[in-house]
T-cell receptor
Framework: AQSVAQPEDQVNVAEGNPLTVKCTYS??????LFWYVQYPNRGLQFLLK??????LVKGSYGFEAEFNKSQTSFHLKKPSALVSDSALYFC????????????FGKGNQVVVIP | DTEVTQTPKHLVMGMTNKKSLKCEQHMGHRAMYWYKQKAKKPPELMFVYSYEKLSINESVPSRFSPECPNSSLLNLHLHALQPEDSALYLC????????FGNGTRLTVT
């Protein structure tokens, strides 16, 4: 079975400071890893993914994530947070041998303080 | 703007009503999904259609009935729902990654 842990419920960060949202995963075989963001009253919006290749993945809106196989982590980062980054962030994993099931973490509420 | 279109955006229905949620995508994706999401929680998978055939049913109660008329359309028929079924219902398509619609906010009274 595949699973994702997002250990923090809420991440507070001052505008202009670096933002990190943590994610660790468990899956059989190689992982397909994803980050999604959800703004109020909207669906989930894809930010970035790791399938294979470079461990540092760059995505939309200045976000990036680093795949660390030994630590089974895929933390989301942004060098300088904006107030508009305040949203709910989900990490998700799917095994390469898996079916169409995507395992989501519980989500992290990010609050960027002006 | 999302490439997966869901209608209606909001729906209020009584427990004896019959209604349908609709989803449309034109990205050529052969997998389509229904998810249920409660506030501040992750989406919960309900159904998966692959090549227009139901491939996954996550033990969803029969008061929810999915339908895939063609490769671009996905419906969710609702009948005799309970108040606890009130939630945001999300449609998605694709695989890696999934593309989500903005959902239908369903309230069961």
């Amino acid at each position: 079975a595949q699973s994702v842990a997002q250990p923090e419920d809420q991440v507070n960060v001052a505008e202009g400071n670096p933002l990190t949202v943590k994610c660790t995963y468990s899956v059989s075989g190689n992982p397909y890893l994803f980050w999604y963001v959800q703004y109020p009253n909207r669906g989930l919006q894809f930010l970035l993914k790791y399938i294979t290749g470079d461990n540092l993945v760059k995505g939309s809106y200045g976000f990036e994530a680093e795949f660390n196989k030994s630590q089974t982590s895929f933390h989301l980062k942004k060098p300088s947070a904006l107030v508009s980054d305040s949203a709910l962030y989900f990490c998700a994993v799917r095994g390469v041998y898996g079916n169409n099931r995507l395992a989501f973490g519980k989500g992290n509420q990010v609050v960027v303080i002006p | 703007d999302t490439e997966v279109t869901q209608t209606p955006k909001h729906l209020v229905m009584g427990m004896t009503n019959k209604k349908s949620l609709k989803c449309e995508q034109h990205m050529g994706h052969r997998a389509m999904y229904w998810y249920k999401q409660k506030a501040k929680k992750p989406p919960e998978l309900m159904f998966v259609y692959s090549y227009e055939k139901l491939s996954i049913n996550e033990s969803v109660p029969s008061r929810f009935s999915p339908e895939c008329p063609n490769s671009s359309l996905l419906n969710l028929h609702l009948h005799a729902l309970q108040p606890e079924d009130s939630a945001l219902y999300l449609c998605a398509s694709g695989l890696s990654p999934l593309h989500f619609g903005n959902g239908t906010r369903l309230t069961v009274t």
